[in-house]
């Protein structure tokens, strides 16, 4: 069932992700504190579960194939035009695991901190999920996967960074506009 998720068009998984950012981005303006926090990593262990499901579950043992040079897929897009598709994929996979992963982490640890341990952990996981495809021949393991999991682990936690300066331009806006009366 989730391999027919991993199989749609691209176009199709931008708008999902779009709409699922919309609502995540919507929740966040009724949940605050210890709620945030606990909903976002409700959502990241329900990620992980996900991503386990594709890549591991939902796979039958096969070939064991390993390609450890990085950004090889790039060379098989100039040809293929399917591995821009793949490497687009593995990135949105990973995306919604840093958006959420970043935001349940305690705030006292500050955004720099929240943001690396949550790039740590996508690049661990996508490392032992790599591994795990290898030993037990459940599909190719590449290190561009690792890459592109572990980019879209990074864009996802960056909206650390992206609330916080939204949050600093409307406490510059409404300090502006108390300023005029």
């Known amino acids: 069932m989730l391999h027919f998720i991993y ?3 691209l176009s199709r998984v931008i708008i999902a992700m779009a709409i699922a950012i919309a609502i995540w981005g ?10 945030w926090n ?21 796979r039958t043992a096969g070939e064991r194939i390993l390609i450890l040079k990085p950004f090889a897929s ?15 994929m593995n990135i949105f996979l990973f995306f919604p695991l ?24 996508g690049l ?3 490392a032992g999920i790599e591994y795990i495809q290898y030993r037990f021949a459940l599909g190719v393991a590449e290190t561009d996967d690792v890459i592109c999991n572990t980019l879209g682990t990074f864009i ?5 960074l992206i609330a916080h300066g939204i949050k600093k331009y409307k406490e510059k806006a409404i300090k502006h506009d108390s300023n005029k009366t």
Do not use: D, H
């Not at 790039?74 to 687009?88: G, P």
């Not at 992963?101 to 790039?119: C, K, Y």
């Not at 996802?156 to 650390?160: A, K, Q």
């Open 124 to 126: 661990l996981l996508s």
């Open 26 to 35: 919507y929740a966040r303006t009724k949940l605050y504190g210890k709620r």
């Open 74 to 88: 790039l060379t098989v897009a100039r040809t293929q035009s399917e591995a821009y598709r793949e490497l687009l």
């Open 38 to 58: 606990i909903a976002n990593a409700l959502l990241a262990c329900g990620m992980v579960v996900v991503i386990l499901s594709i890549t591991i579950f939902g």
């Open 156 to 160: 996802g936690s960056i909206s650390l």
């Open 98 to 121: 840093g958006l959420t992963l970043s935001n349940a982490l305690p705030q006292r640890w500050g955004r720099w901190r929240r943001i690396g341990i949550t790039v740590v952990t």
């Open 7 to 9: 199989t749609q068009p």
